[in-house]
C-alpha cells in the first residue's frame, strides 16, 4: 500500500494550489486577483513568484508593450502568417510563429542580460577587456546594438531608456545596467566611428536586468510580448484570406544553384 505521495510528488509547483471550488496562484484566491491585478502583474508574480507594482510594474509593462511586433518581415510574424493560409488553426499558426523564436531571432534580450551582467561583475574600468572575451566566444555582434533597418535610431529604445532614466531618478532602480549600456554604445560609437545605438533588444534587456530577471527569462519575456503580434497578425491574414502563401509571391522562383 502507498499514501500516493509517489503521484502527488510527481508534479511539485509553487505556482498553483487547487481543490474543486478553490483556485490559489501563488498562494492567492484567484477571484481577488480577478479585475483587482492587471496582465503584466498577473504575468510577473505567476513567473517570479511576487507582486510588482507601482513604477516597477509600469516598466515592466512598458518593456512588453515595445516589442510585440516588427512587422510581416520578422521570420516568426511570416511564419504565423503563412501558416494561417495552409488550413491550420489560428493557435497552430501562432504555434508556428513562436516556434521561430531562436538565438538570433529573439534571444537577444536573453544575451544582453548576460553581457550587461558581466561588464557589471568586470566594472567600467575592464569594459574593453569584457566585450573582447565576448566577442572571442560570441562572434563580433553585440547583442542589443544596432539594427539592420531602423537607422540611425531604433525608435522604441530611447523612450524604454528614458523611463528607466525616471525610475532611477526616484531610486526605483539602481540604474547601474542603464550606465553599463551606455557605455557599451559609446564603445562602439568610438570603435566604428559611427554610432551603434542600442535597440529594441538592448533597452528591453535594461529593463528585464533593472528588475533583476535572469538572462533566459529576458527571452521568455519577449516571447510573450512577441506572441501579442503573431496572434494579431495570425488573424489578420485569416480574416484575408489566401491559400498557401509562400514567403515570396509564386511570380517569384529560387535560384537554382547545381553543383
Request: proline share 7%; glycine share 12%.
Amino acid at each position: 500500500m502507498t499514501d500516493n505521495k509517489d503521484v502527488s510528488d510527481w508534479w511539485r509547483t509553487k505556482i498553483i494550489d487547487m481543490e474543486p471550488g478553490r483556485i490559489h496562484l501563488r498562494g492567492q484566491p484567484v477571484q481577488d486577483l480577478i479585475g483587482t491585478m492587471g496582465f503584466a502583474q498577473m504575468i510577473w508574480l505567476m513567473v517570479m513568484g511576487e507582486q510588482i507594482d507601482g513604477p516597477h510594474a509600469k516598466l515592466f509593462e512598458a518593456a512588453l508593450v515595445a516589442a510585440v511586433d516588427h512587422g510581416p518581415q520578422a521570420p516568426s510574424i511570416a511564419a504565423a502568417r503563412m501558416a494561417a493560409t495552409c488550413g491550420v488553426g489560428l493557435q497552430s499558426a501562432m504555434a508556428t510563429g513562436l516556434n521561430m523564436l531562436g538565438d538570433v531571432h529573439g534571444g537577444a534580450g536573453e544575451q544582453a542580460v548576460a553581457l550587461y551582467q558581466r561588464a557589471l561583475d568586470a566594472g567600467p574600468d575592464s569594459l574593453a577587456a569584457t566585450l573582447d572575451t565576448w566577442r572571442a566566444t560570441h562572434g563580433r555582434y553585440l547583442p542589443g546594438f544596432g539594427h539592420r533597418f531602423h537607422k540611425p535610431v531604433d525608435p522604441r529604445a530611447p523612450r524604454l531608456l528614458a523611463l528607466v532614466d525616471e525610475a532611477a531618478s526616484q531610486g526605483v532602480v539602481s540604474g547601474a545596467v542603464a550606465r553599463i549600456a551606455r557605455a557599451i554604445e559609446e564603445h562602439l560609437a568610438t570603435e566604428r566611428g559611427k554610432p551603434v545605438p542600442m535597440n529594441i533588444d538592448g533597452a528591453t534587456a535594461v529593463i528585464y536586468a533593472e528588475l533583476g530577471c535572469p538572462p533566459p527569462l529576458a527571452r521568455g519575456f519577449f516571447g510573450l510580448s512577441r506572441s501579442v503580434g503573431i496572434l494579431a497578425h495570425a488573424w489578420e491574414q485569416i480574416e484575408q484570406g489566401g491559400r498557401n502563401k509562400g514567403p515570396t509571391p509564386p511570380t517569384y522562383r529560387w535560384t537554382y544553384d547545381p553543383d
